[in-house]
């Protein structure tokens, strides 16, 4: 069985510029997350898929940052425009039901 | 809100031998889930061990073992004949039981294991 990819595996960018960040989840795993770990600091939850409807994302920062997820399936996280606050590891996760989450192996993102 | 700390941001042993990275935690709720993660330098992060609240037995999974202490919060993780293979970064991570079931993690602690 496939793990969770994410794709680029890292990612730099000039401040105001956009990238988005892919994610593709274990097949069936309807649960899908958002987290980024800013360098030496915890790793913060930014939202959750259940299939294509967003349940929570009161952990995104602002504006700047839209994720969707199309048909269920993969996600993505888009940043515009990046600042440099942006820089981090961003991890998805996926899980089948509540018990536990499966994580990717995270894109990390180098806003210049 | 629930916070998890994770207050050694570096650790070391020596090959064989036996370390306990420690966490602690707050919460209001009463049955909530804590884990412990593993991420090897440059790969994803895989669930070392679980600890349901409501069980007052500490979870075991071969050579890693949890010292779960409801009252006093603390949820840290023993490893035993310690491998070169430990060498991670180790994250605490507290997950509720209603909502949205999102992690809520600790900074981390690095382990080293010296041969």
């Known amino acids: 069985e496939a793990g969770v990819t994410q794709f680029p595996s890292h990612s730099v960018i000039e401040k105001g510029q956009t990238v988005t960040l892919r994610c593709d989840p274990i097949?069936?795993?309807?649960?899908l997350y958002w987290y980024r770990r800013v360098m030496g600091k915890e790793i913060k939850f930014l939202l959750h898929f259940v299939k294509e409807s967003k349940q929570d994302e009161s952990g995104m920062p602002n504006n700047r940052f839209l994720a969707e997820r199309t048909g269920g399936t993969y996600s993505t996280l888009k940043v515009q425009p990046a600042e440099l606050e942006d820089s981090g590891v961003y991890f998805c996760a996926s899980s089948q039901d509540f018990y536990e989450q499966y994580f990717g192996p995270g894109t990390r993102l180098t806003v210049t | 809100a629930q916070t998890v700390t994770q207050s050694q941001p570096e650790m070391s042993v020596q090959e064989a031998e036996t370390v306990t990275l420690s966490c602690t935690y707050d919460?209001?709720?009463?049955?909530?889930?804590l884990f412990w993660y593993k991420q090897p330098p440059s790969r994803q992060m895989i669930l070392v061990i679980r600890q349901e609240a409501y069980k007052q037995q500490n979870a075991t999974e071969n050579r890693f073992s949890v010292n779960f202490q409801k009252a006093a919060k603390s949820f840290s993780l023993k490893i035993s004949d310690s491998q070169l293979g430990d060498a991670a970064m180790y994250f605490c991570a507290y997950r509720g039981t209603s909502g949205t079931y999102k992690y809520i993690f600790g900074t981390g602690t690095r382990l080293k294991v010296l041969a």
């Open positions: 919460t209001s709720e009463s049955d909530y889930y």
């Open positions: 097949s069936g795993h309807d649960n």
